[in-house]
């Protein structure tokens, strides 16, 4: 069974404080993922890497950076957190090639407040 | 345009009834793949299936059932005789290559709630 991890089911951090939210997956995938999900607005994209120490714009990217220093882990980082960065964040992971590509593998989540 | 959309925000349901929820898709891919998720309470999104563009086979797995039919872009997923435990938000979701590199479209959600 694939495995994603994530770091903290829930945290709660000051503004203008830096924030590292870790993503664990065991399963060898080459992708990985970064989403928020806020209450009317879905999932949202916010960085996804294909291989290690790459990594891509999704489509909210403002404030975030991302890290994959190697292939089982990815790390969001919020480098000076703000309220309107309140929100669930999800990892997730996935392969590209063989019988469950582009099959999605989600974290539990990191219920992210920010005060 | 790549879009994905679930029209129903909400769905309320007493226990063993059956249950459709819509998903209605665009895309000018001829090769894609359609996913449903299942997210219950406790937040973990959870892959309930994939299919790609060039199978059309409905599929059948205990009580879920799935319809994908491309003349009307639409892949509705069916719960038969509902139970408590279904309660969760479902997301329907596409990726082609024109979502860039075969990124994950996901629909807003439809809620469902089973009640005992």
């Known amino acids: 069974d694939v495995k994603v991890t994530q770091s903290s089911r829930y945290l709660v951090k000051r503004t203008g404080e830096k924030v590292f939210l870790e993503c664990v997956q065991d399963?060898?995938?080459?992708?990985m993922f970064w989403y928020r999900q806020d209450p009317g607005l879905g999932l949202r994209l916010i960085y996804f890497s294909y291989d290690v120490k790459m990594k891509e714009k999704g489509d909210i990217p403002e404030g975030y950076s991302v890290s994959r220093e190697k292939k089982e882990r990815f790390s969001l980082i919020l480098e000076s957190a703000s309220t309107n960065q309140t929100s669930m964040y999800l990892c997730?992971?996935?392969?590209?090639?063989?019988?469950?590509?582009?099959?999605?593998?989600f974290g539990p989540g990191t219920r992210l407040t920010v005060t | 345009a790549q879009k994905v959309t679930q029209a129903q925000t909400e769905i309320s349901v007493v226990e063993k009834e059956d249950v459709t929820l819509d998903c209605v898709y665009e895309t000018r891919d001829t090769t894609y793949y359609l996913f449903w998720y299942k997210q219950p309470p406790s937040g973990e999104l959870v892959f309930l299936i994939r299919r790609n563009s060039f199978d059309e086979q409905n599929e059948i797995s205990g009580r879920y059932s799935w319809n994908f039919q491309k003349s009307t872009s639409s892949f509705n997923f069916t719960i038969t005789a509902s139970q408590v435990v279904d309660s969760a938000v479902y997301f329907c979701a596409l990726s082609a290559p024109s979502t860039g590199g075969f990124k994950t479209i996901f629909g807003a959600g439809t809620r469902l709630f089973v009640k005992a």
């Open positions: 399963m060898d995938h080459e992708n």
């Open positions: 997730a992971s996935r392969r590209d090639t063989g019988k469950s590509r582009y099959e999605q593998y």
